[in-house]
Structures are given as structure tokens and as C-alpha cells.
């Protein structure tokens, strides 16, 4: 008389000790070798399909940054006004305006550096511990809030891609900052972030900044001008215009004096000279 093994079917009709039976069935099958291998080969082939998506959709038509590193480069961008119009800027020695940096004081560099990016000659190009804090900032208020982007990644946005807070904007903006940072020097890299910066109504780089807000050449400014320029960095417009918000920008003009004399780029004698100054700037 012939015996039949009993099948064993994944049903939700059963007990729990039958459920329990056949759970254990079905994962004992997958754990057969070659199932197993199909599964696992299975899913590193989706999570490459889902990796190249992701690059593809990151990386397509990235700019070469390459030409960057002539200095008799001029490229044309678009910048916005205070009333959202776009208007045709130029980077570079065709500029009548552009600033070499060597012809910018160093009081003006570091008010700047110590303004933006404190690390900028540390990191390559993106600051890692200052993005944690970041993203630790965003998500316990569930917004994009904090982008702790570094001196690079500001003038690879200014540079090549728009101004919105959008995920995969960022990502391509860090990419580029990588970029930026391989083939070009830090000093490269300051020299033209200084020139298209924004520092009034359609007013970009730090050539333009003094004439209109000093009436002076940029080689002129006071160690007072320049980091009350390098204050006004985060939001000439609003936050930090230097007409309707005087005070404030003074405020952090003066905390930059002091972070200036703690690197030694200034002396104490000249720090308190500043400080009197700054009284007389803005409004």
C-alpha cells in the first residue's frame, strides 16, 4: 500500500501551531542553496539598477569644471534682481569689475572665511562634521533649514545651478564642490567666490560691493568695510541688508573682528579702531 507525504501549504487558516508549521516550511526552502543564491543575486541586481537610476539621475549633464583653472577664463551666468528677473553676469578678467584676489585685502578674505565656510582650507570641499549638525538641525524641524554648505559648494551653486532647496539640486551641487575642489586651488576657489557674491541689487562680487556700498576700490577698504561686507553675506536682501537692518549687520561685523584677531590677522589696536568705525556703517 502505497504512503503519501502530507503537502504543506502557506495558508492563514490554520491554528497557530499550523501557521507556525508552515512558516517554517517555506523558510526552510528558501534557505536551499540554490534559491538562496537566486534571491541574493536577484536582489544585488535591483539594488544595482536602483544605484545607476540614482547616479544617472544625479550626475546627468554635470558641467566641466576644468576651465576653471585658467584664470584669463570668463564665463557668462544668469543672476536674479531683488524683483526675480534674471539678467546675464560675467565671471572673469571680461568683467570690468573682477577683482583678482590678490588686489583684495586679507582682512576681506578672512572676514569671509571665518563669515562662511571657518574650515574652508581643511575640507575637500564639503565640511562632513558641520553637515551632521545640519542634518540633525532639518530633521528634528522637519524642514530644510540648515545646509551648512561649504564656501565650494555656495559657488558651485552660484556657478551652475539654481537657487531652490530641492534634494537632488544639493546632491549635484556637492558633486560639483568635489569637482571644484580636485581641480582648482583654494585660492582659485575664493578668488571666484568673492566675485560673485551678492551684495546689494544687482550687485555681485566684492568690486562692485565696495563701490556701492563704500564708494572706495576694493584694495581701499578698512579692515570695519570689509568685514561689514563679509556680514551682510547670508542675506543682503532681507536678513541682513545693510538699509533697513544696520544693527545687526554692525553685530556681526564685530563678531567677525573678533574672530579675526583671534587668527592674528588683526591686531588689537586695530581691532578697536574697527569697532569705532563700524558705528559710522550701514543705515
Do not use: C
Amino acid at each position: 500500500m502505497e504512503t503519501h507525504q502530507p503537502v504543506r501549504l502557506i495558508t492563514f487558516s490554520q491554528g497557530k501551531t499550523g501557521m507556525k508549521l508552515t512558516f517554517t516550511s517555506y523558510l526552510q526552502r528558501l534557505r536551499r542553496p540554490g534559491r538562496l543564491l537566486r534571491y541574493s543575486l536577484l536582489l544585488l541586481a535591483a539594488l544595482a539598477l536602483t544605484a545607476g537610476a540614482l547616479a544617472t539621475w544625479i550626475l546627468w549633464d554635470l558641467p566641466d569644471v576644468a576651465s576653471l583653472e585658467n584664470r584669463s577664463t570668463s564665463l557668462t551666468i544668469e543672476v536674479p534682481d531683488w524683483q526675480g528677473a534674471m539678467h546675464p553676469f560675467m565671471v572673469g578678467p571680461k568683467n570690468p569689475r573682477w577683482t583678482p584676489l590678490d588686489s583684495m585685502p586679507v582682512e576681506l578674505k578672512w572676514a569671509v572665511i571665518v563669515a562662511e565656510d571657518a574650515n574652508f582650507y581643511e575640507h575637500g570641499g564639503i565640511d562632513v562634521p558641520a553637515l551632521k549638525e545640519a542634518i540633525k538641525y532639518d530633521l528634528k524641524r522637519k524642514r530644510l533649514a540648515h545646509g551648512a554648505s561649504t564656501i565650494t559648494q555656495q559657488l558651485a551653486k552660484n556657478l551652475f545651478l539654481s537657487r531652490d532647496k530641492a534634494i537632488r539640486r544639493k546632491l549635484r551641487e556637492m558633486v560639483i564642490a568635489v569637482r571644484l575642489e580636485r581641480e582648482l586651488t583654494k585660492g582659485r576657489i575664493l578668488e571666484l567666490y568673492l566675485n560673485v557674491v551678492e551684495l546689494g541689487p544687482l550687485v555681485y562680487g566684492m568690486g562692485h560691493g565696495a563701490r556701492y556700498h563704500f564708494d572706495k576700490p576694493v584694495h581701499m577698504l578698512t579692515p570695519a568695510e570689509a568685514a561689514f561686507l563679509a556680514a551682510m553675506l547670508p542675506g543682503p536682501r532681507v536678513a541682513y541688508n545693510p538699509e533697513t537692518k544696520a544693527v545687526k549687520v554692525r553685530q556681526r561685523a564685530a563678531r567677525l573682528l573678533k574672530l579675526l584677531e583671534l587668527r592674528q590677522i588683526i591686531t588689537e589696536d586695530e581691532i578697536a579702531d574697527a569697532l569705532a568705525q563700524l558705528d559710522q556703517l550701514g543705515g
